[in-house]
Nanobody
Framework: QVQLVESGGGLVQAGGSLRLSCAAS????????MGWYRQAPGKQRELVAT???????NYADSVKGRFTISRDKAKNTVYRQMNSLESEETAVYYC????????????WGQGTQVTDSS
């Protein structure tokens, strides 16, 4: 079992920056993949960025060069730094943890809202 708690959402102007945090209830290095997803109003949830237990990162094309996913082992926390935020990126951002043993299972945080205040 993994509990995830996101924080750091809020209002930000287009072009601004924001850092989201996701605290996990267990050692994040034991989790196969952790990631961030977002869901804008009227749209499906989409992948933003992931980081594997080995530290390999992956980004959606739309955020490459602007978003960075990182982690802090001591705090069991994954971060997502967002720079040059675009107004259409207003969404609820969800933290995800995927484990593959004994079977593939996805855990989700409650979500944190990021809103363009422009």
């Amino acid at each position: 079992q993994v509990q995830l708690v996101e924080s750091g959402g809020g209002l930000v102007q287009a072009g601004g920056s924001l850092r989201l945090s996701c605290a996990a209830s267990r050692n994040i290095f034991s989790i196969n993949v952790m990631g961030w997803y977002r869901q804008a109003p009227g749209k499906q949830r989409e992948l933003v960025a992931t980081i594997t237990g080995y530290g390999t990162t992956n980004y959606a094309d739309s955020v490459k060069g602007r978003f960075t996913i990182s982690r802090d082992k001591a705090k069991n926390t994954v971060y997502r730094q967002m720079n040059s935020l675009e107004s259409e990126e207003t969404a609820v951002y969800y933290c995800n943890a995927r484990v593959v043993l004994p079977r593939v299972y996805d855990y989700w945080g409650q979500g944190t809202q990021v809103t363009d205040s422009s």
